[in-house]
């Protein structure tokens, strides 16, 4: 299906397709949430489909959820948590040099890992959110 269609059938709306490759099941699924997501899987399908809670206009509505959706949430949090702590501070210099700019964004990795590692290791031991070093600070020391 188009997006436009998608979207006409309403939030929570899929279509699946199943290939196979080989010996290997593909499937293909599609999604409307506030926008079309496609996923793409040889481990899980749409089925079973779940309810999750989604805001329509103030209120709160439950809506069909393929089960390679919630998957692909529960186990790719921490890559969008990296990626967004790397885009607060990320390191300003510029180069033509391709390997400077990976070379710096490795490091920005390393340091916001360490950061995330800090932060585990404080809760561990009870320290308080406010005596935790926010990123910037843990930053600028490392600097």
Partial sequence: M???????TGHGSFEQKIAVVGETILHVVKWYDNRSVTLLSDYIGASPVTEVERWDQKVITKVPCPAVVKEYNKNMGG??????????????????????RLVLHLLDITIVTARLLYRRDCDGTGMRKEEQMRLYRFKSYIA
Avoid: G
């Fill in 2 to 8: 188009s997006d436009v269609e998608l979207k006409r």
């Fill in 79 to 100: 890559v969008d948590l990296l990626d967004s702590l790397i885009a607060l501070y990320r390191n300003k210099i510029r180069s033509k040099k391709w390997y400077h």
